[in-house]
């Protein structure tokens, strides 16, 4: 079994950084994609980002690119989501995923086989 465990979320001012971060374990994960979701309030989950673990390609919602980086730690089975120029409109609750092999990047949250519990982001303006 896989668990994920998201942290690193909580309370920012407009403008400024938090990183997420979400820690894998129970198998190897390295023919996997993660990716993090986010459900903003009264709406569905949506696709934020994602990284093909062995090769490191990533892929973005075309909104959000130029401002969130996906990031991995191999050593630490770690994926990270660095959030820069923080809005209110991001506020959400944030989840890491992992689908597991084959490692095909999908922005479809119903093909991802393994969840978070969520971690809650709130920006301030």
């Known amino acids: 079994q896989v668990q994920l465990v998201e942290s690193g979320g909580g309370l920012a001012q407009a403008g400024g950084s938090l990183t997420l971060s979400c820690a894998a374990s129970?198998?190897?994960?390295?023919?996997?994609?993660v990716g993090w979701f986010r459900r903003l309030p009264g709406k569905e989950r949506e696709f934020v980002a994602a990284i093909r673990w062995r090769t490191g390609t990533t892929h973005y919602t075309d909104s959000l690119k130029g401002r969130f980086t996906i990031s991995r730690d191999n050593a630490k089975n770690t994926v990270y989501l660095q959030m820069n120029s923080l809005k209110s409109d991001d506020t959400a609750v944030y989840y890491c995923a992992m689908k597991d092999p084959p490692p095909v990047i999908y922005d479809n949250p119903r093909l991802y086989d393994h969840w978070g519990q969520g971690t809650q982001v709130t920006v301030s303006s």
């Open positions: 129970g198998r190897t994960v390295s023919n996997s994609v």
